[in-house]
């Protein structure tokens, strides 16, 4: 299991990174912060980086409880952070799909005046304003980034 999810990530290598990969691992360091759970020792791969953009880091959650992932994706950026399991999301390019699906289904959901409380977290308020926001990322994520981001799609 473990080799399939390095496949196609790189390690995250201070010395070696830009400053906005350092950037983007900031803001990723600091979404888990926000969690309870996440507050162990971390490993971090690179799954895709693109200035300005999107960071999307496999991390290896270090000592977690047996409830916990030892292996999740952070997604962050220009966009709403999340995190996703890696069971489901083998690669970068599956952690994607998968991310820009759960935030399509959150789009969809603002749209038609339907609750968001069972879907993936968004951390802005659920207005058409917002939907209309996320969705034009969404879809430039689709066409622009998603095709080129490593691995398969599951």
Request: with cysteine; charged share 25%.
């Amino acid at each position: 299991m473990e080799n399939e999810l390095l496949a196609f990530v790189r390690a995250f290598v201070p010395e070696t990174e830009d400053e906005e990969a350092k950037a983007l691992l900031g803001k990723a360091n600091s979404f888990l912060d926000t969690f309870n759970w996440a507050k162990v020792p971390r490993k971090f791969w690179i799954g895709e980086c693109i200035q300005g953009v999107l960071g999307l880091f496999l991390v290896q959650l270090i000592g977690a409880d047996r409830e916990v992932d030892s292996y999740i994706w952070v997604v962050v950026g220009d966009l709403p952070p999340s995190y996703l399991s890696s069971r489901y999301a083998r690669s970068p390019r599956a952690a994607m799909g998968a991310y820009i699906s759960e935030m399509e289904a959150w789009v969809d959901a603002v749209e038609n005046g339907s609750p968001t409380v069972d879907l993936i977290p968004v951390d802005g308020q659920p207005t058409h304003e917002n939907a209309m926001a996320l969705k034009s990322r969404l879809e430039f994520l689709d066409q622009k980034i998603l095709p080129f981001v490593p691995g398969n799609d599951c």
